[in-house]
């Protein structure tokens, strides 16, 4: 978990550049948005990340003065303190959209774009037994929990897509995505059951894990049959998929002037895994030796070591049996939006603008929502920026965006999550709601 959020960066498209007309990737976000020019663009034309979580690194990270820190196992953190500032699961959320080459231009009477992209979708849920265990010990003779849970989706998708005018400010749009495979990962312990006592300590599972990579892969075992790695075959790739954008657009200019509304439902599809690797937790009692509290007074101790000890006990609670390699398919995860905005009549370049984003998953404590209110200025055709305030299922966040695009180069930068106070590795201390997106662009034509 703790190198988890020093690794983890929630993204796709940035939402804070919704209504922004200069936006060349928006057609990601909704393909019924058209670009104002053409555009191309190569490895850092779009690029996204972030982290969601409702916890934060000062949860589990406390300072041991001198400027040094220890992790909550230190004798000197305070176990009342320690977890009475949990959730009653700890939740955290990673995304990577990253567009490797795109362009967009005036087609069929429409605007048609092409993109190749990168994208990685993490999430991580631990429930806080699983910490009072760990910090308590032996204070109890028996714990049990359960809601373990890491899934991870790793794939790169070729993106055609096109945006019409049916009629006057009516546009629909799709895109066709077209799927490959990298890497997935599901890890789940329906129930943990530790019983402990001086002399010896056991754990007692029910958990299963699925795992696939873009070519044949199989788990090795220990001559206990136990699972201790994985092995690839020759490289084939084995994983592909479908997934389709559609969106519409309505500018109700001659209806309620300076109105603009529009829907769209992205990642509509799925991923075909020929060889999904199955593991199931060991029948047996598992013995392990516990955690092991890190020492307040050996100021030698780097926060490195504690965390490295900490993963290291963990990992000897649960023993995988190697299970089938089977075809299966995972679903991506799907997101809503519904969009809204009104130019000001007395200066059409001010306007504002709400936000309705819903992302549906299989995984229930990966679900989310968002409702988000803007403020839009475009001062001239070659500037303009977004200030917006979410409300999401993570808190309260404040968003901001500006793009740049004169004719020729354009850039743009802004963050859906705004950070407020950071370690000077730049990992966010209060919360893990964080987001950066960047990317320079070549605009080609004349604006239309």
């Known amino acids: 978990l703790l190198a988890t959020f020093a690794l983890e960066g929630a993204a796709q498209t940035a939402r804070s550049a919704y209504f922004l007309d200069g936006a060349y990737h928006n057609y990601l976000l909704n393909p019924a948005m058209k670009g104002e020019r053409g555009f191309f663009s190569l490895a850092i034309g779009n690029l996204s990340l972030g982290t ?31 977890l009475g500032n949990l959730p009653a ?21 429409g605007y048609t774009t092409l993109g190749l992209s990168l994208h990685t979708d993490m999430s991580i849920s631990l429930p806080k037994g699983f910490f009072e265990f760990a910090k308590k010990g032996l204070q109890q003779s028996n714990y049990s929990f359960s ?16 945006s019409h005018e049916i009629f006057d400010g009516f546009r629909v749009g799709v895109n066709a995505k077209f799927l490959l495979g990298l890497a997935y990962a599901d890890v789940t312990v329906d129930k943990l059951n530790i019983e402990l006592s001086e002399n010896r300590w056991m754990a007692e599972s029910h958990a299963h894990a699925k795992a696939a990579l873009f070519t044949e892969a199989r788990m090795t075992v220990d001559e206990e049959g136990i699972v201790n790695g994985m092995e690839m075959g020759p490289i084939a790739p084995s994983a592909m998929g479908m997934a389709f954008d559609l969106g519409v657009m309505y500018d109700m200019e001659a209806i309620v002037p300076g109105l ?27 013995e392990f030796d516990g955690f092991e509290a890190a020492d307040p007074n050996d100021i030698n101790a780097s926060l490195d070591a504690e965390m490295e000890k900490l993963g290291e006990d963990a ?5 995988f049996d190697v299970g089938d390699v089977e075809a299966a398919s995972t679903k991506l995860n799907t997101t809503m939006y519904l969009g809204a905005e009104y130019n000001m009549p007395f200066y059409r370049p001010l306007s504002v603008g709400v936000l309705y984003g819903q992302r549906f998953t299989s995984l229930d404590y990966n679900k989310w929502h968002e409702v988000r209110g803007y403020l839009n200025i475009a001062p001239t055709k070659w500037l303009e920026a977004s200030a917006n305030i979410g409300t999401t299922s993570y808190g309260t966040s404040f968003g901001w965006m500006f793009n740049f695009h004169p004719a020729g180069i354009t850039f743009f930068v802004g963050s859906d999550y705004m950070i407020t106070k950071v370690t000077p590795q730049f990992i966010p201390v ?3 709601n964080t987001h950066i997106t960047l990317g320079v662009n070549l605009a080609l034509g004349r604006r239309k």
């Open 52 to 82: 969601n979580g409702n916890v934060g690194l000062s949860n589990f990270i406390f300072p041991l003065g001198d400027d040094k820190l220890t992790t909550f196992m230190s004798g000197s953190v305070d176990q009342n303190e320690f």
């Open 89 to 109: 699961a700890a939740r955290i959320g990673f995304n990577l959209d990253e567009t490797l080459l795109a362009m967009g231009f005036r087609m069929f009477g």
């Open 147 to 162: 809601g373990i849970n890491l899934n991870t989706t790793n794939y790169a998708a070729l993106t055609l897509g096109h």
């Open 260 to 286: 603009t509304l529009s829907a769209s439902v992205v990642d509509l599809g799925k991923i075909n895994w020929k060889y999904m690797m199955t593991a199931q937790s060991h029948d047996a009692k598992v």
């Open 315 to 319: 990992s000897e609670m649960i023993k």
């Open 430 to 432: 209060n919360d893990l």
